[in-house]
């Protein structure tokens, strides 16, 4: 059986969230045409959520992009160090 692979969905969700987003822009501005009023909580409201999703897919991205490249791990970080079955069962060597 073939495992899924959800390479390319951060770039769907990117595309999915332009998309909405000029859909908004064309719908505020024939409202603002047609009433001559702004919705204003509105506007503040789906900007600050598009704007939100996208720096959640930035940081996935870049969590993404950092472990391919195994380039920056914090200090401390002891991921590759192998232990001994007798020094995970003690707790370890001392």
Not at 5 to 21: C, Q, R, S
Request: aromatic letters at 8%.
């Amino acid at each position: 059986m073939k495992k899924k692979t959800f390479e390319h969905t951060l770039d769907l969700v990117l595309v999915l969230l332009l998309v909405i987003l000029l859909a908004f822009t064309v719908a505020v501005l024939v409202i603002f045409y047609q009433t001559h009023s702004e919705p204003t909580a509105l506007v503040y409201s789906v900007f600050g959520a598009i704007t939100g999703e996208a720096g959640f897919c930035s940081i996935i991205m870049r969590q993404k992009l950092k472990n391919k490249s195994g380039v920056s791990k914090p200090p401390g970080d002891d991921s590759n160090v192998s232990y001994s079955k007798d020094e995970l069962e003690t707790g370890g060597g001392a």
